[in-house]
């Protein structure tokens, strides 16, 4: 049994893998907005909270934007890329109960 759940754990890893293999500008945009997280303090996430959407959005994050927009399969690989770090930051600051 532990064998089989084992095996079930790497084919998923596997699957995952190669999954964020094929879309390399997920795995950008992902590592960008991580590391916004990851090194934004929680007072700089309350300000930029507080003042709408933050700053106008450059013509590169313009783009990846609208292509994750239009792709459902992308979509998901980028928010199973960013869900944990992310959401982990916005509970820490007190921005999600």
Same mark, same amino acid.
């Given at each position: 049994?532990?064998?089989?759940?084992?095996?079930?754990?790497?084919?998923?890893?596997?699957?995952?893998?190669?999954?964020?293999?094929? #879309?390399?500008?997920?795995?950008?945009?992902?590592?960008?907005?991580?590391?916004? #997280? %990851?090194?934004?303090?929680?007072?700089?996430?309350? %300000?930029?909270?507080?003042?709408?959407?933050?700053?106008?959005? =450059?013509?590169?994050?313009?783009?990846?934007?609208?292509?994750?927009? =239009?792709?459902? %399969?992308? %979509?998901?690989? $980028? $928010? =199973?890329?960013?869900?944990?770090?992310?959401?982990?930051?916005? $509970?820490?600051?007190?921005?999600?109960?």
């Amino acid at each position: 049994m532990a064998r089989k759940i084992h095996l079930i754990a790497v084919g998923a890893l596997v699957v995952a893998g190669i999954a964020n293999a094929q #879309y390399p500008i997920v795995d950008m945009v992902a590592n960008k907005v991580i590391q916004k #997280y %990851q090194n934004a303090t929680c007072e700089q996430l309350w %300000q930029e909270k507080a003042q709408g959407q933050g700053k106008p959005k =450059s013509a590169e994050e313009q783009r990846a934007i609208e292509i994750l927009r =239009s792709d459902p %399969q992308m %979509q998901a690989a $980028f $928010f =199973s890329k960013i869900s944990t770090p992310v959401v982990t930051k916005m $509970f820490q600051c007190g921005m999600i109960p």
